[in-house]
């Protein structure tokens, strides 16, 4: 059975709608409505954000209403109005150090003041569209400043975990570490241990017990358990005081200098910025990587986000909150609840809102030492050994170290400027660093350039390509991603002038692949898989003719080395011989193209195969529609697949091929003789086996084309079977009536093969998967029947997903 409800182009009986032209049909009213995705991932968002926002709080030594302002303003304003549905904003760990440094040399009100200035200078950003433009900020500054603010959170909540009081610099912090060691309150060590130990301990409860109740935040597990086991205990330690809201302090006018508050505005402006997009832009990655049953979400529009997030800094600001940015762990927390839209977001900032007015009495229970030690293992996660492992592969580690010393030793904006300083330094060195080595082997001559080619280098790679001798053999291994203009014209003069002198030259990249010289402008220079038809380029009458490029793969033709073709399928159809034949002359560009690019690339795997034989793991029976190309829509290459192609993708049942086995023949071979361990059956858009089978008129003349596609008729029945709904497509109904029969021959097929005694033995003794495939052309999508059971769903496959749903 399928998920929806059954409508039948088929069925008579059923009137048929019909709008007049011109006059689209009439919109009904929208509801609201909160799906209970959202409200599950709202809950789960508001009790990590609570115990959170009142610890940055606490971190920045602001009034800790600040923190639940910020956060119901950055749920209701910036998930409202931001470009990313699901990142959740609020009071981020990233600008504790830059808050903090604020209200320590401007006071509160004025510091609420440079948050609005910011709000304002984010939305002219966004009027200007220059969003993309902050990602082009070097990942290692971006990483170095978030560790550097976190090694600085760290250093300073460590005072308040033993029970004191941070200083307003890091390094007052760490040169008063050791008088505050000799201090100790026990009380606090004790409350901030255990909530560390429920923090780390809690997501690592093993068995089906840990899964349920890891569904409970740790953050409010830690904070909950340090404050019931402080009350309980009687332990004497300061908590958090909320003062009555009839007193909160919200902007002042700026007071201070002219230059230091605008300096504060860009760094204000700069971080928020930046670790907001950046977090839209890894929500999307989160998105994407969820399953395709749960709902998609559109793409973040970063533009949208900059004007939400000014929005929200500007109220946030007014209210006397603190700054407002993404926050990756309440974001990331909403999407793995399966948050829908940005209903979540905003229902978060409702329950932020509730608690703020109503639970003022509990969080005044919280123990300070339980939230500090909460910060501060958010600042010990900001140091990132992933980040550092990735840096150091890219040879960034200089940029990311420089980065954070500078964050923690000088400032956020000081650290950053020189984090940038030293990337372009980096990156001028990279340009003008080539290495060019000369060996030779069993007589042939390497040269290895390691490095970006530019003009700089080209005396140095000019003298050691004329040292090599004449008409030798030489091999130039190019390891690098950019080479200029003067560069790419002294290697093909060197190139011309040692070929002709009876020398070879064979270019080759960093894995030793060879590099198709660049052709000619009398060249076709179009894309392997541009159709012939689509050719606008033809070779000159001195030139020798080059066709486009074949992309190494499997089987795409009818009757490859892979394939067997069945009734229907294209013979081998020659076109006519003649000179002036275009076909023909299409053909041997192709067959000419093949031999010159192709062939050399995979004439060793081939040689192989010749050798080894065929081991395809997979038998793929599709359509003999042209525009389908099963190496091109399976990424597979020589001997993955064996294919049967006919018009479509018929499997008929035993006994009944009509003196036509060619079909039943392939799938005994495939399976009894080759092993395949699988068989997929593919369907397509727009196909015209089903087009003919809709339209056949009873009777008439019986010709080839009917005679094979009687065996759809039975797909045809199953579609018109009252009592079974329509297949489903990603969610969504099929489009019209003919992409319904697609789907539903796809299903029917996979019947037929189950029939085959062949078949039915190897599913018997669990050697075989069937699948069901479908291919939109039209949209270049590939779609997988699921195995949901009692459901005909095809899976929507995105480019990070590897689904493998056995029919």
């Known amino acids: 059975m399928s998920a929806c409800v059954p409508t039948r182009a088929a069925d008579s009986t059923r009137p048929e709608r ?39 709080a606490l971190a920045t030594g602001a009034p800790l209403q600040s923190g639940l302002v910020a956060a119901a303003v950055g749920g209701l ?81 460590l005072h308040i975990v033993l029970g004191g009081t941070p200083q307003s610099s890091v390094l007052d912090n760490i040169q008063g570490l050791p008088k505050q ?3 100790v309150h026990p009380a606090a060590v004790s409350m901030s241990a255990l909530t560390l130990v429920l923090l780390l301990a809690w997501p690592r409860i093993p068995g089906r017990a840990g899964r349920l109740l890891r569904k409970v935040p740790a953050a409010l597990v830690a904070v909950a358990g340090a404050t019931a086991t402080a009350s309980l205990a009687g332990l004497t330690l300061p908590k958090v005081e909320l003062p009555s809201w009839s007193s909160h302090a919200l902007a002042g006018l700026p007071e201070g200098p002219v230059l230091g508050i605008v300096a504060a505005v860009l760094t204000v402006t700069l971080v928020c910025s930046v670790q907001s997009l950046l977090g839209a832009v890894a929500v999307d990655k989160m998105v994407t990587r969820r399953s395709a049953s749960q709902t998609r979400v559109g793409r973040a529009d970063l533009n949208r986000e900059l004007l939400g997030q000014g929005a929200a800094n500007i109220a946030s600001g007014a209210l006397g909150g603190l700054p407002v940015a993404g926050v990756a762990v309440r974001s990331s927390a909403n999407v793995q609840a399966g948050a829908v839209s940005r209903n979540s977001t905003m229902l978060h900032g409702v329950f932020v809102v ?229 076909s023909g002359h299409q053909l041997a560009r192709g067959i000419s193209a093949f031999q010159r690019n192709t062939a050399p690339l995979v004439r060793g795997e081939l040689a192989r195969l010749a050798r080894e034989g065929q081991r395809p793991s997979q038998l793929f029976l599709t359509c003999a529609d042209s525009r389908l190309v099963t190496s091109m829509i399976t990424s597979s290459g020589p001997g993955d697949l064996f294919v049967v192609r006919n018009v479509g993708n018929l499997v008929p049942l035993p006994g009944k ?74 969610g969504r109904a099929p489009a019209d009536a003919v992409e319904q029969l697609c789907l539903t021959n796809v299903v029917q097929q996979l019947e037929h093969l189950r029939a085959h005694e062949s078949v039915a033995r190897a599913l018997r003794e669990g050697a075989l998967e069937l699948h069901g495939m479908y291919f939109h052309v039209g949209e270049a999508q590939a779609y997988l029947l699921a195995g949901h059971e009692g459901a005909e769903l095809f899976e929507h496959v995105s480019a990070a997903e590897d689904l493998r749903h056995p029919a």
């Open 181 to 183: 060691l000799a201090n």
């Open 657 to 730: 091929e009509s003196g036509d086995d060619s079909v039943a023949a392939a799938i005994e071979y495939a399976v009894d003789v080759l092993k395949v361990r699988s068989i997929t059956v593919c369907g397509h858009s727009g196909c015209g086996a089903m087009q003919a089978l809709m339209n056949a008129e009873p009777g008439g003349a019986m010709t080839p084309l009917k005679r094979w596609l009687r065996h759809g008729l039975p797909s045809l029945e199953r579609m018109a079977t009252k009592d079974r709904p329509w297949a489903r497509l990603a």
């Open 18 to 56: 019909i709008h007049q032209p011109h006059s689209p049909p009439p919109t009904p009213p929208r509801r609201f409505r909160i799906a209970g995705a959202d409200l599950s991932a709202s809950i789960a968002v508001f009790l990590i954000a609570l115990p959170l926002s009142l610890g940055i």
């Open 77 to 157: 304003v910036a998930g409202r109005f931001g470009g990313s549905p699901l990142q959740v904003s609020g009071p981020a760990a990233g600008l504790t150090v830059v808050t903090a440094e604020l209200i320590h040399l401007y006071g509160w009100r004025t510091t609420c003041a440079i948050t609005v200035l910011a709000g304002i200078a984010q939305l002219g950003l966004g009027y200007l569209r220059v969003a993309r433009t902050a990602l082009a900020v070097s990942p290692a500054i971006v990483h170095g400043m978030l560790a550097g603010i976190g090694v600085t959170i760290a250093v300073a909540q």
């Open 354 to 582: 509730v608690a703020a007015l109503l639970m003022v009495p509990i969080l005044e229970l919280i123990p300070l030492a339980s939230l500090a030690a909460l910060v501060m293992a958010v600042g010990i996660q900001m140091v990132s050994l992933h980040h550092i492992r990735t840096v150091t592969r890219h040879r960034e580690v200089l940029v990311y170290a420089v980065t954070t010393f500078g964050v923690v030793f000088v400032g956020v904006l000081e650290g950053v400027a020189l984090g940038v300083s030293v990337a372009v330094g980096v990156a001028l060195h990279r340009l003008t660093r080539t290495r060019i080595t000369h060996e030779e082997e069993g007589g042939t001559h390497y040269v290895h350039v390691r490095g970006q080619l530019t003009f700089l280098a080209v005396p140095r790679l000019s003298r050691v390509l004329h040292q090599l001798p004449q008409g030798s053999s030489a091999v130039v291994e190019l390891d690098g991603s950019f080479m200029d203009h003067a560069a790419y014209e002294a290697l093909q003069d060197w190139q011309n002038a040692h070929c002709a002198q009876g020398g070879t030259v064979e270019l080759t990249g960093r894995t030793g692949t060879r590099i198709t010289e660049p052709a000619s402008s009398a060249h076709c220079r179009c894309r392997p898989w541009t159709p012939w038809r689509n050719h606008h380029c033809e070779p000159s009458a001195s030139a020798q003719p080059t066709p486009p490029g074949s992309r190494p793969g499997g089987s795409d033709e009818p009757g490859g080395p892979d394939g067997a073709g069945g009734p229907g399928g294209p013979a081998d159809a020659t076109g006519p011989s003649g000179a002036g034949s275009r």
